[in-house]
């Protein structure tokens, strides 16, 4: 299984930005997808999930400004972060499976300046 994550960068804050994810050696549509975010010196922590019937779930503070999608037929995860913060700079991961058991993909950077 291997995820590549993409689209993080630098923005100014009340920007947006959409992240991607695309997912291989999988059965993408049966499972469950996640976005974490990690800042230096703190545990990673979920920013949002979507099962495979698209229903969604998103830490509070990101409620309302970030969206989670999925397309099957790309094999691919998205985030659309809107609003975006200088508290949501952190790195991104995408992951299947859980924080304990699951697969991570390379993180990709967003940084917010204020």
């Known amino acids: 299984v291997q995820l590549q994550a993409s689209g993080g960068g630098l923005v100014q804050a009340g920007g947006s930005l959409r992240l991607s994810c695309a997912a291989s050696?999988?059965?993408?549509?049966?499972?469950?997808m996640q976005w974490y975010r990690q800042v230096p010196g703190n545990e990673r922590e979920l920013v949002a999930r979507?099962?495979?019937?698209?229903?969604?779930v998103y830490q509070d503070s990101v409620k309302g400004r970030f969206s989670i999608s999925r397309d099957n037929a790309k094999n691919s995860v998205y985030l659309q972060m809107d609003k975006l913060k200088p508290e949501d700079t952190a790195t991104y991961y995408c992951?299947?499976?859980?924080?304990?058991?699951?697969?991570w993909g390379l993180g990709t950077q967003v940084t917010v300046s204020s």
């Open positions: 992951n299947t499976g859980g924080a304990k058991f699951g697969v």
């Open positions: 979507i099962e495979p019937n698209g229903e969604n």
């Open positions: 050696g999988i059965i993408f549509s049966a499972v469950t």
